[in-house]
């Protein structure tokens, strides 16, 4: 076994599921969001050598399965909201976060989704996004700043600490 | 707040308990990088012939070029030696003490009426062709063929199959036989589809290109010749995989 092939399995054993829910988000559906990524796993395996040597791999798995998804939105769908709007997946499991969430600009969302779901490092996410390191950590910083006002209001609001 | 310490964020904990626990599923992506291999080995099969004319110049190592199979259906005695092959694979792998799933892993059965034409060289002894076809979930087998029997019509030569393992770029061999005294066989499997030509490096000469068509490529060597290595290229020149011969 090649070293990139035995990279993208370790790749894909640490953070399918986390690929998984970042996708749900996007899409607002499971199963076409593990679909995607099953099928974006398998596209890096087959097209491993392609990835060129100062390339990050767990961005370019990202950035294959997120196209996938795009790509295979239904047709009707091309204005569906939860594309352009990416969400919380199972949002009732967290209505304030999901609220909190769906403050933010949907582009700090996605950021957000890929932190804290794919567990992307600053540099992998700014490869996913085509932004800077400096722009991430902005976007987070100011994520978080409106989150914790948010659910911090919320909790105090819902007699919560 | 920094890249080291925002995953111990209010945020980051928020996030942790609505992780899904899904493991996934490895084996279904391998079975989908099979399929892939496999309809790329029918699209490269379509255009076998248009790579080997174009290579033509470069396909045989100081031999002239024998014949050009046209990508139809291997002889149906060509099909029966896969398929009797096919059959010794099944028996071979059924007697391992680890058959079960693992059997069911590594033996795919190859499709004998897909068997093509990709290579024919004149090895000095008469052609020596190079025959292959897919096996059901995608990957290949093989006959190197130098003879025929006279009795029986069956081919004889050698032949192998893609294992189950991720494979490398390209996995070279080198085959003497008796029957061939005067040369040996370079055979390259190539799996990287980057690679558009394998340079066989010879001490005391230049380096030989062989065209890669179907993921295979052939070529003949005097004996006494030393291979020291094979470069596997791109259509650009430049090297995408090395394999030294030690």
């Known amino acids: 076994v090649d070293e990139r092939a035995r990279a993208i399995e370790q790749l894909y054993r640490e953070r399918f599921a986390g690929y998984c829910d970042a996708l749900t988000g996007v899409t607002g559906d499971r199963e076409r969001a593990r679909d995607a990524v099953q099928e974006a796993f398998a596209r890096a395996l087959h097209k491993r050598r392609r990835l060129r040597r100062d390339e990050s791999l767990a961005p370019w798995v990202w950035t294959i399965a997120f196209r996938i998804a795009l790509d295979n939105r239904p047709r009707q769908g091309l204005a569906r909201p939860e594309l352009n709007e990416p969400a919380l997946p199972d949002s009732a499991r967290d209505p304030e976060l999901a609220e909190a969430i769906r403050s933010l600009p949907p582009r700090r969302r996605l950021i957000v989704f890929l932190r804290y779901f794919a567990d992307f490092s600053y540099g992998e996410i700014a490869d996913a996004c085509q932004v800077t390191e400096g722009t991430v950590a902005a976007t987070l910083a100011h994520a978080h700043d409106a989150l914790r006002t948010t659910l911090t209001t919320e909790h105090v609001e819902g007699g919560r600490r | ?246």
């Open chain 2, 1 to 246: 707040m920094t890249e080291m310490n925002d995953k111990q964020s209010l945020l980051a904990g928020r996030f942790e308990a609505l992780k899904a626990r899904d493991p996934g599923d490895w084996k279904a992506v391998r079975v989908r990088v099979r399929r892939m291999r496999r309809q790329r080995a029918a699209v490269v099969g379509a255009v076998t012939l248009a790579t080997a004319v174009l290579a033509a110049p470069a396909f045989s190592i100081g031999e002239r070029l024998a014949d050009l199979i046209q990508g139809s259906p291997a002889p149906l005695e060509v099909q029966a030696y896969f398929v009797a092959n096919d059959e010794l694979r099944r028996e071979m792998l059924a007697r391992r003490a680890d058959a079960g799933q693992e059997l069911h892993d590594q033996f795919s059965p190859v499709i004998a009426d897909e068997a093509r034409g990709v290579f024919a060289i004149d090895a000095q002894q008469g052609p020596t062709y190079l025959w292959a076809a897919p096996t059901e979930d995608g990957r290949q087998c093989w006959l190197i063929q130098t003879g025929t029997r006279p009795a029986t019509g069956r081919p004889f030569g050698t032949s192998s199959c893609d294992g189950t393992e991720e494979s490398p770029a390209f996995s070279p061999g080198i085959i003497a036989w008796a029957d061939l005294p005067n040369v040996v066989i370079v055979h390259v499997r190539v799996h990287d589809e980057a690679i558009a030509r394998v340079d066989v490096e010879i001490d005391g000469r230049p380096a030989v290109a062989l065209p890669v068509a179907a993921g295979h490529a052939l070529g003949s060597v005097a004996k006494g010749e030393r291979v020291s290595a094979f470069v596997g290229r791109n259509t650009e020149g430049d090297e995408v995989a090395r394999f030294t011969v030690g």
